[in-house]
T-cell receptor, first 116, second 113 residues
Framework: GAGVSQSPSNKVTEKGKDVELRCDPISGHTALYWYRQSLGQGLEFLIYFQGNSAPDKSGLPSDRFSAERTGGSVSTLTIQRTQQEDSAVYLC??????????????FGPGTRLTVL | AQSVTQLGSHVSVSEGALVLLRCNYSSSVPPYLFWYVQYPNQGLQLLLKYTTGATLVKGINGFEAEFKKSETSFHLTKPSAHMSDAAEYFCAVSYSSASKIIFGSGTRLSIRP
């Protein structure tokens, strides 16, 4: 499809387990973003990629969270030793990120993570 | 700190009535401004955006917003509400190209028959 896709759509895991969330951005989009949407916290920025590098990781809540992007395309967000407070919808977005022009970020449907 | 404030976590209007969702930002530099909509059980969808130029921006589904620098506001309006407009609306701001977006806390819009 033409949009941002994320997998899995739902993930239920046990506290202490590691999880990987995947994002496929829109083809040709160089910028990729991860956000988290949870009750009481709203929409929080996690990390931003330009190509394969991450110039802004300021939103990652702890060192249990990491993300990588390969080939300037697919990105994986990894959460190690999950905690119940990690339960949220994790959203991925992409944009063409042309310098000097702000182009809107297009969001995927999200991955709903539930930590039991 | 740069932030976005949406006044009213829940707004309810009658079908056919004016919709007004308020958004103010705090910034010392000109921002890029967005409104996103999230329908129940769906992802975020861009409604409209302001980057440069005309301060009155028209978006999808009959919505529009006006950037008022003097008031640091970017309120969203629609002249006549439809039942299908019921959703959560997020105001957002960014301060450079390809930068992260800072979201407001959202306003849930309900439409009364």
């Amino acid at each position: 499809g033409a949009g941002v896709s994320q997998s899995p759509s739902n993930k239920v895991t046990e506290k202490g387990k590691d999880v990987e969330l995947r994002c496929d951005p829109i083809s040709g989009h160089t910028a990729l973003y991860w956000y988290r949407q949870s009750l009481g916290q709203g929409l929080e920025f996690l990390i931003y990629f330009q190509g394969n590098s991450a110039p802004d990781k300021s939103g990652l809540p702890s060192d249990r969270f990491s993300a990588e992007r390969t080939g300037g395309s697919v990105s994986t967000l990894t959460i190690q030793r999950t905690q119940q407070e990690d339960s949220a919808v994790y959203l991925c977005a992409s944009s063409s990120g042309t310098s000097g022009i702000i182009l809107a970020q297009y969001f995927g449907p999200g991955t709903r993570l539930t930590v039991l | 700190a740069q932030s976005v404030t949406q006044l009213g976590s829940h707004v309810s209007v009658s079908e056919g009535a004016l919709v007004l969702l308020r958004c103010n930002y705090s910034s010392s530099v000109p921002p890029y401004l967005f409104w996103y909509v999230q329908y129940p059980n769906q992802g975020l969808q861009l409604l409209l955006k302001y980057t440069t130029g005309a301060t009155l921006v028209k978006g999808i589904n009959g919505f529009e917003a006006e950037f008022k620098k003097s008031e640091t506001s970017f309120h969203l309006t629609k002249p006549s509400a439809h039942m299908s407009d019921a959703a959560e609306y997020f105001c957002a701001v960014s301060y450079s190209s390809a930068s992260k977006i800072i979201f407001g806390s959202g306003t849930r819009l309900s439409i009364r028959p």
